[in-house]
């Protein structure tokens, strides 16, 4: 446990968390240089044209620290959006450690109070950087003084980075490594597992994003969503190296994902928690509820022939992301 870091970027939009992100997995050399892009854990097309982290990625990290041990480290990147504040609730939940990412030019904004508030209630460790330090219209000295007197993190434990040229991401590595407590386990020996994102694959049915606080879990065990009482066979289990990894066993302090029979994604609900159904846990995590809708709208067919159409095109959509609501 001691070798495990399971951390997340908290920032304003456009603070330059999934630049940062790069970088790390950049200097863990975890892709390919070769295989690399800019906003490598932003996968759909609008994140990439927006510049906003819409969906929950996850991904394991190694990295050699001059202690010359090798940690795993787990990043758990969160939706860039205020709108997604219950799902970043749940990503926070799953980790022992947080980056605050805060922009060397424009310093402390809305959303990053908002994020910090919601990490210091998870107890998680804070680690403050400053970030684009490159640019010209920079001032991380005045950043440096807003985040001690807004905070109350003393200046000289911000680290000063830029995300885009890689200065200063070493010793961002190294606090990661040094200021955040390893991952917490509980005592208890039976299967609790943080359920913090899913998606639906054409191909595989559901893929559940899991962290587990106790047990383990592997292949042909039978699980049970704590939240619905339904169970189901394990047919994978496995790790994000960053594409899905396939392991024989999922223990206590690791973030990884879960393939069942489970056919529809509103059966996964994000805070929920799994147990095996065998020996299952008394209580589940704290924390879960059902997710609120946020945006709402009416949209109708022009001909209205296509009724039928617009409702096979919701229930679709609905496959991919249970957070819709129609």
Do not use: W
Request: one cysteine or more.
């Amino acid at each position: 446990m001691n070798m495990i870091r399971n951390f997340c970027i908290i920032a304003h939009i456009d603070h330059g968390k999934s630049t940062l992100a790069d970088r790390l997995i950049e200097m863990t050399q975890t892709v390919h240089k070769r295989n690399m892009q800019a906003q490598f854990l932003d996968s759909m097309d609008i994140e990439r044209e927006r510049g906003i982290t819409i969906k929950m990625q996850a991904i394991k990290l190694q990295y050699l620290a001059n202690d010359g041990n090798t940690y795993e480290l787990n990043l758990i990147d969160t939706p860039g959006h205020v709108d997604f504040s219950y799902e970043v609730s749940r990503s926070l939940a799953a980790c022992e450690g947080a980056l605050l990412l805060v922009d060397a030019a424009q310093g402390i904004e809305a959303q990053t109070l908002a994020n910090f508030y919601l990490a210091l209630e998870h107890d998680l460790e804070i680690v403050p950087v400053i970030n684009k330090i490159d640019l010209p219209s920079a001032n991380p000295d005045e950043v440096a003084q807003e985040i001690e007197h807004v905070f109350g993190i003393p200046r000289e434990d911000c680290i000063r980075c830029s995300a885009k040229t890689g200065d200063g991401v070493a010793d961002i590595l190294e606090a990661i490594v040094n200021k955040m407590p390893p991952a917490l386990i509980l005592e208890d020996n039976t299967l609790k597992a943080l359920v913090f994102d899913a998606h639906y694959d054409s191909y595989r049915g559901v893929i559940i994003y899991i962290r587990l606080f106790s047990g383990s879990i592997q292949k042909k065990q039978r699980i049970r969503i704590m939240a619905s009482g339904n169970t189901y066979d394990v047919t994978e289990v496995g790790v994000f190296k960053p594409a899905l990894t396939p392991i024989s066993k999922l223990k206590a302090g690791d973030v990884g994902y879960v393939i069942s029979n489970m056919k529809k994604i509103d059966d996964a609900k994000i805070g929920d928690t799994i147990t095996l159904d065998i020996d299952p846990a008394l209580t589940p995590l704290e924390g879960y509820k059902e997710a609120k809708p946020m945006v709402f709208c009416g949209f109708y067919p022009i001909d209205t022939n296509e009724y039928e159409l617009l409702k096979d095109a919701l229930e679709k959509l609905k496959l991919n992301d249970s957070s819709l609501q129609y």
